[in-house]
């Protein structure tokens, strides 16, 4: 076998001419095990296992295999490429050969039986494609004494527009995220007693009717985006006890089932998107009650690690949103001293949160916020007893939280939010 890689042909018609010397490109391999033909192309999917990779038993000069990272996850489950008896660059087939790197692909050509297979390039695809930013908001539901489903969009420059009567179940104590790039969803809540249902919203804001929600009824829970297109919901009460289950939402908006979950039993946290394609929690009030500082990173496969002891002010019902590409804001809520309080937290790009930063505006409780702008975010509504408020403040892209601006649309608090839309 030659394994040339040679141009298709038009024919005079307009058809492709089949190409007896190319490359025959096969099926996404997903297997922990696969055996690989010369003239054949591969691209293997490492996304929830590693793969060994059989070469051929015998070879001839010029035989030629292709194999691609298909999903960019070779860094986090290898490629082990099994000899299967031939030389691999000189080396007998008892040495190990593996490829660590996301986005590699590598081309091996048959030299000999002295050489063997020889990787004619073992290239790295470093342009990983990125998501646009999201640019547009969608505050919906809380409470103002009464639970309400009403909705207020806000657009790419951080102006909230007026209500806009919801859909869904009227319900505070509500999660929400993005996913899918440009769209968001609200889960859980509070109608009187937990509830799991949840409603998707389209990336032009418009929110859907009630889903049956999948998992364990709970509110004050808490959602984030993670691995670039998906979301997952953590944590909550779920009427009788604090709990820390997860449910990993997909890119179409569907909520997977309960998965037991790592770190302290808490609800009343807040959590968002950081470092690109990973999730932070942090903070929140644990089963005896008490306002803790403690964060659990969650990676790019959706697995909530450990506890790690906080920074900053310990603090339950604040709101987090993600700024700046790939930091993240903590911010206001109720804690140290029993107290209202309107301080910060910055998160760098490596999850590490950072000390208290003096908060600027109205100290409150109860609030959200949400990423806008591309590379900006906002925290808007909550409460300041006994008051219901409306009240915005505005974060720039390096993190600095701006005064206050007189809210627009129903003063409220225990609501959800979150970004939708690559157009601004």
Do not use: C, W
């Given at each position: 076998m030659s394994g040339t890689i040679v141009d298709n042909i038009l024919r005079q018609s307009g058809s492709i001419a089949a190409t007896p010397a190319g490359l025959s490109w096969q099926d996404v391999v997903t297997a922990s095990t696969v055996t690989v033909e010369a003239g054949k192309g591969y691209w293997i999917n490492t996304t929830s296992n590693a793969c060994t990779i059989t070469l051929p038993a015998s070879a001839e000069a010029g035989d030629n295999i292709v194999i691609v990272d298909y999903a960019r996850t070779w860094g986090t489950n290898a490629v082990t490429l099994d000899s299967n008896g031939l030389n691999f660059q000189g080396e007998d087939d008892s040495y190990t050969v593996e490829y660590t790197t996301d986005g590699q692909s590598v081309n091996l050509v048959y030299s000999d039986s002295t050489k063997g297979w020889i990787p004619l390039e073992d290239d790295v695809v470093a342009d990983e494609p990125v998501k646009p930013p999201t640019q547009r908001a969608v505050f919906a539901f809380g409470t103002t004494g009464s639970v309400t489903n009403v909705k207020n969009l806000a657009g790419s420059n951080g102006v909230i527009a007026a209500d806009v009567t919801g859909v869904g179940t009227s319900?505070?104590?509500?999660?929400?995220?993005?996913?899918?790039?440009?769209?968001?969803?609200?889960?859980?809540?509070?109608?009187?007693?937990?509830?799991?249902?949840?409603?998707?919203?389209?990336?032009?804001?418009?929110?859907?009717?009630?889903?049956?929600?999948?998992?364990?009824?709970?509110?004050?829970?808490?959602?984030?985006?993670?691995?670039?297109?998906?979301?997952?919901?953590?944590?909550?009460?779920?009427?009788?006890?604090?709990?820390?289950?997860?449910?990993?939402?997909?890119?179409?908006?569907?909520?997977?089932?309960?998965?037991?979950?790592?770190?302290?039993?808490?609800?009343?946290?807040?959590?968002?998107?950081?470092?690109?394609?990973?999730?932070?929690?942090?903070?929140?009030?644990?089963?005896?009650?008490?306002?803790?500082?403690?964060?659990?990173?969650?990676?790019?496969?959706?697995?909530?690690?450990?506890?790690?002891?906080?920074?900053?002010?310990?603090?339950?019902?604040?709101?987090?949103?993600?700024?700046?590409?790939?930091?993240?804001?903590?911010?206001?809520?109720?804690?140290?001293?029993?107290?209202?309080?309107?301080?910060?937290?910055?998160?760098n790009s490596s999850g590490v949160i950072a000390a208290d930063v003096s908060g600027v505006g109205t100290a409150r409780e109860k609030l959200k916020a949400a990423s806008y702008g591309g590379d900006k975010a906002m925290f808007a509504y909550g409460f300041a007893n006994p008051s219901y408020l409306a009240t915005k403040n505005l974060v720039n892209n390096s993190g600095v939280v701006a005064a206050d601006v007189s809210g627009v649309g129903t003063a409220r608090r225990d609501l959800g939010a979150a970004g939708y839309s690559f157009s601004a």
């Open positions: 319900r505070s104590a509500i999660a929400a995220t993005t996913y899918g790039g440009d769209k968001a969803i609200f889960a859980y809540g509070d109608t009187g007693s937990p509830v799991s249902m949840s409603n998707l919203v389209t990336n032009v804001g418009v929110i859907g009717t009630d889903v049956t929600g999948v998992g364990t009824d709970r509110y004050y829970a808490e959602a984030a985006t993670y691995g670039v297109d998906l979301a997952l919901v953590a944590f909550g009460h779920d009427g009788t006890n604090k709990i820390s289950i997860k449910n990993l939402i997909t890119n179409q908006g569907v909520i997977g089932s309960d998965v037991t979950g790592v770190g302290t039993i808490r609800h009343r946290l807040a959590a968002a998107g950081y470092g690109t394609d990973k999730a932070v929690y942090a903070y929140g009030m644990n089963a005896s009650d008490n306002y803790v500082s403690i964060k659990n990173l969650v990676n790019n496969v959706g697995v909530v690690a450990s506890d790690v002891t906080g920074v900053g002010t310990v603090r339950n019902v604040l709101a987090a949103a993600g700024y700046g590409g790939d930091k993240a804001i903590f911010g206001y809520g109720f804690g140290s001293g029993n107290a209202l309080t309107a301080v910060t937290n910055l998160v």
